[in-house]
């Protein structure tokens, strides 16, 4: 059996496609797994035509702010990013505007393993229109295509931007992210590991010793729920950054009063 890639779409999937940007040269980077709540031909043919390669990072602009928050999955990012800042994921909304967290000067870039969007990860919700728009009759092949090509390129953004930290937001693509951010002779290496509301945290030192790539449980339903595991799951990453960089190694949250 055979079947041709679209090239546009090509094109455009091994870019920064499925990035909600930010500034990729900041020291933490949260990636998921892809958009959700976007699931119609009409948008998915539009961003593979019109919009080609995505050769930027985008970022969060200004009036966008409002409607990033009210996703649950970026405000529990931003949870755990207020916690690594020792700020306590209480106080998220202060430290998303005291740190315009995910705009293009901020310390932080937010991006995702595959770029389409789906409501959620089921693979039966790959439908025709997928296949005419991208070439691949099903979403595993679609999946396999990113990993051999776009997991290519994500790991060159590693190599040239050397973030600290990488925190891969769901513990059973941990395989996906390595292959992303580490390459393929990372799989089979030690890891470290910690449990923490019998939840577990795994982390691997990765591009030479400048990035430690971490991978937590969903920041959603089934994983990172409470405030208070978000707290200590974001204590340990500080933690462990500090041992590994230094104290320092991201840039302090000034003028805040905890």
Known sequence: M???????????ANSF??????????????????FSGKDKSDELRNDVANNGSQLIPSFIKDEDRAAFISYQYNWRTLKLYASILSAGPARYRQVFEKTRAFDAQSDVFKLNLYPIAFSNTDNELWKEWHYK???????????????QHRFATMKSWVDKHAPKAIIGTASSYRRAFLMAFAGP???FKPTEEAK?????????PINNGKTVLFVTPFLGTGGLMSDDIIRKFGQKINEECENHFGAGWCRPLEGFTN
Request: glycine letters at 16%; charged letters at 15%.
């Open 2 to 12: 055979s079947f041709a890639v679209n090239k546009s779409f090509g094109d455009w």
């Open 17 to 34: 496609a499925g990035c909600d940007g930010g500034n990729i040269d900041g020291a933490i980077w949260f990636c998921g797994i892809e």
């Open 133 to 147: 728009h991208t070439g691949f009759p099903t979403k595993e092949l679609y999946q396999s295509w990113c990993q």
């Open 185 to 187: 002779d990372h799989m």
């Open 196 to 204: 923490i509301g019998g939840k577990t945290l795994t982390w691997y």
